[in-house]
């Protein structure tokens, strides 16, 4: 079945450092990618998402580039912020099921951002 | 208002005893869903309607009962807990179709003693 590999664990950085969370995904067929953030006490939201190969997806400073020939989908931000600290997903979806988007998801990568 | 919400947000429930978990959303959509959350293991979908038409994973479909009485309500029933139920329950909800957002609530973390 699909799956979704991402870093996993903890990722801490300094403010205005470089942030790379990497993504890989299987997929039999051609998904949707997406990346959803999880901020304390909330559910997941969509950050954003890709449908297209070479598609950049991007959102509050944050992007990631559909890559199908490595099945990759890397989020990544120029200088983060304290307040980026969060939960990361990366997803897709499973476009076979008639009404529903079936998310596959990757076990989440927590940020911490420190000061 | 793009809100999801789950009641209650921690609940304890004891061995062999039945669970029940609410969700609603005010945002008339088509489809919604109910997602596990271990630690250290992905989210995990459990079932969804679309509709009035309830769909469970393979691997769960014994495990979790789901009822959508209306468009905003769904639950999702365990018949006997288990300690392997302790988790998170994410509810989420979304228009129909495909390639739409997912609206997740916060969720209810359920212990199983």
């Known amino acids: 079945g699909d799956s979704v590999t991402q870093t996993e664990g903890q990722v801490a950085l300094s403010e205005e450092d470089f942030l790379t969370i990497h993504c890989n995904y299987s997929?039999?067929?051609?998904?949707?990618l997406f990346w959803y953030v999880q901020y304390p006490g909330e559910g997941p939201q969509l950050l954003f998402r890709?449908?297209?190969?070479?598609e950049k997806g991007s959102s509050r400073g944050f992007e990631a580039t559909y890559d199908k020939g490595t099945t990759s989908f890397h989020l990544r931000k120029a200088s983060v912020q304290e307040s980026d600290s969060a939960v990361y997903y990366c997803a897709l979806s499973d476009q076979n099921t008639e009404g529903a988007d079936r998310l596959t998801f990757g076990k989440g990568t927590q940020l911490i951002i420190q000061p | 208002d793009t809100t999801v919400k789950q009641n209650p947000r921690y609940k304890l429930a004891r061995v062999g005893k039945p669970v029940n978990l609410i969700c609603s959303q005010t945002?008339?959509?088509?489809?919604m869903y109910w997602y596990q959350k271990k630690p250290n293991q992905a989210p995990k979908l459990l079932l969804f309607y679309y509709d009035k038409i309830l769909n469970r994973e393979a691997d769960t479909f014994e495990k979790f009962q789901s009822s959508r009485p209306n468009n905003s309500f769904c639950s999702l029933y365990i018949g006997s807990a288990g300690l392997e139920y302790s988790a998170m329950y994410l509810c989420?909800?979304?228009?129909?179709?495909?390639?739409?957002?997912?609206?997740f609530g916060a969720g209810t973390r359920l212990s199983v003693l």
């Open positions: 945002m008339n959509h088509d489809t």
């Open positions: 989420a909800s979304s228009p129909g179709g495909v390639q739409n957002t997912l609206y």
């Open positions: 890709a449908s297209r190969d070479k």
């Open positions: 997929a039999s067929g051609y998904p949707t």
